[in-house]
Structures are given as C-alpha cells and as structure tokens.
Nanobody, 127 residues
Framework: QVQLVESGGGSVQAGGSLRLACVAS???????MGWFRQSPVKEREGVGA????????YYPDSMKGRFTVSQDKAKNTVYLQMNSLNAEDTAMYYC?????????????????????WGQGTQVTVSS
C-alpha cells in the first residue's frame, strides 16, 4: 500500500507561481510518480511524470515549458513547480503512483496506469 498526501495548493493571480508537494509513505515499490489535474469542465489530464529511479521526466506537449516535476528521494517527496499560471490552470491537482508500468512515456499519463492516488489539492488562478 502507498499513501500519498498533496500540499501547496491555493489561490494565485495570473502570472504567478506555485509549488505543489506530494509525500509518499507505505511499503510498495513506486516506479513512476505522476501529476494530474481535473476541473469541472475537463477530464482528468496528465501534467507530468518522473521515473523515480533515474529521475527522468516527461511532459505532454501541452504542459511543456511551464511545469516542472522533481523529487527529493530522501524526503519521499515529489514536487510540481508551476509557473506563469493562468485561469485555465485552475483545477484540482492530484499526485499518483505507478508501480508496474512498462510502456512508453507517451502512454504513461493515462490514469489507469496509476494505482495509488492522493486526495488532491486545489489550485485557483484569478485573472
């Protein structure tokens, strides 16, 4: 089992930045950590992911440039740095853990590949 707890959400003005954190605990091997977001008008979408062993990261084309996923293995924590935020970034942000995925990066950020989820942290961007 893996428990994930996100923090760092809040309200920010357009153009601002936020850093979300996700602390993992429990006894399971985590291969990938991903960040997702969901709003009332959009389906859940992947924001970025990190391979926990080597630290490689992946972002969908639509997320490249403003979002950065990183990790602090000593703290069992994964971060999502978000810059130049706009109103369309308003959503609930979730971290998730994948333990057995062996496919390509491009297909990783399908929610079905992630077995453990945090409760989410709300990000609201005002214009």
């Amino acid at each position: 089992q893996v428990q994930l707890v996100e923090s760092g959400g809040g309200s920010v003005q357009a153009g601002g930045s936020l850093r979300l954190a996700c602390v993992a605990s429990g006894y399971a091997y985590i291969k990938f950590m991903g960040w997702f977001r969901q709003s009332p008008v959009k389906e859940r979408e992947g924001v970025g992911a990190i391979y926990t062993i080597g630290g490689s990261t992946y972002y969908p084309d639509s997320m490249k440039g403003r979002f950065t996923v990183s990790q602090d293995k000593a703290k069992n924590t994964v971060y999502l740095q978000m810059n130049s935020l706009n109103a369309e970034d308003t959503a609930m942000y979730y971290c998730a853990a994948a333990t057995t995925y062996d496919g390509t990066w491009r297909r990783l950020l399908d929610p079905v590949n992630f077995h453990y989820w945090g409760q989410g942290t709300q990000v609201t961007v005002s214009s």
